[in-house]
């Protein structure tokens, strides 16, 4: 990976004071944190074999896009294979009905997956737990094979899989892109000296997805 002197410490320390500092010095300027770009969430229904019975929800809680799209391709994987698939942002689940596979991923910010996802895991934990469920996650520090790495990043999802234990999991590396964050993300990146850039391994995500369902 290209140069992140941050660490997680980092962000989380930074954020911590930034936000404080927000809050006393900028009560009355609620746009900083609100004034995030438009991103886009893809919201897609694949059908393309009329015979198939099975249907997989692939549902996302994404910032900047980059796990959004990472959900749109694994959702086009499965549709490739003959699989029914929904993609949409968490936010627009309303039911598991009709569903017999559920993957769910998220961006990490500060050291967690996004409230959103948190939220609709808790509220549909039996749901879930009856379903053959995957979890992916997408970041960018801590992507090393060793160890600390390892536990560094398992430990993002320590909560979610005290939820759902029985769930497979998987990491890919994301994208941080200036442009597409808040006044306030993007003050917290340049901080903690985040280095702009795309680590998306578009071939381990394909991989991921053809064989999760296998
Ligand atoms: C404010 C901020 C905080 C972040 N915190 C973490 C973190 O604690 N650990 C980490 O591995 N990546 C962190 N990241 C990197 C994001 O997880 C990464 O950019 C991801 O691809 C964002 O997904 P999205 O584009 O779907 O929002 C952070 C990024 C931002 C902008």
């Not at 919201?43 to 015979?51: F, N, Q, S, V």
């Not at 598991?96 to 959103?116: D, F, H, K, N």
């Not at 808790?122 to 090393?144: I, K, S, W």
């Not at 850039?197 to 296998?214: G, M």
Request: proline fraction near 4%; charged fraction near 20%; aromatic fraction near 8%.
């Amino acid at each position: 990976m290209k140069s992140t002197k941050f660490s997680r410490r980092d962000f989380l320390k930074v954020s911590g004071l930034t936000l404080a500092g927000v809050a006393v010095t900028c009560s009355g300027l609620g746009y900083v944190a609100t004034d995030a770009p438009t991103i886009p969430n893809p919201e897609l229904t694949l059908r393309k074999d009329k015979t198939m019975t099975q249907t997989i929800l692939v549902a996302y809680a994404s910032r900047a896009g980059s796990t959004a799209e990472i959900a749109a391709v694994i959702g086009q994987t499965l549709a490739e294979r003959g699989f029914n698939v929904d993609v949409k942002p968490v936010k627009k689940v309303s039911s598991l009905a009709g569903y017999q596979t559920v993957i769910l991923g998220s961006a990490i910010r500060m050291g967690s997956w996004l409230p959103e996802m948190v939220k609709f895991i808790q509220t549909n934990q039996a749901a879930l737990t009856a379903l053959p469920t995957a979890l992916f996650t997408v970041h960018m520090l801590n992507v090393g094979e060793d160890e600390a790495s390892r536990n560094a990043r398992h430990a993002y999802t320590a909560p979610i899989r005290a939820i759902l234990p029985q769930a497979t999991e998987t990491f890919f590396s994301g994208k941080l892109d200036f442009s597409r964050l808040s006044l306030l993300d993007r003050f917290i990146a340049k901080i903690v000296k985040a280095v702009e850039s795309d680590q998306r391994d578009w071939q381990k995500i394909h991989d991921w997805a053809s064989q999760i369902v296998s």
